[in-house]
């Protein structure tokens, strides 16, 4: 980061500020073995399923393909 703040690249002094701020949580992220990943993905799929569906059925069709899935 002091490396990236030493040259003369304004974008990625705002991406090295927002590091700084958020210090703590990257090194977690990237040192503890815990991970939302399986979380991640399943709130991805439904949302391609809800985009997939969007002006063609009601709530009711959404939830149950998303259950059988």
Known sequence: MN???ADELPHLHSFTT???RDL???I???T???SSGPVE???N???YLKRQM???ANFDLLRKRVLLT
């Open 32 to 34: 503890l073995p815990h």
């Open 41 to 43: 993905g399943i709130v």
């Open 3 to 5: 490396t990236v703040d």
């Open 45 to 47: 799929k439904i949302k």
């Open 54 to 56: 969007f002006g063609r």
């Open 18 to 20: 927002g590091l700084r």
């Open 28 to 30: 977690n992220g990237l």
């Open 24 to 26: 703590q949580a990257v």
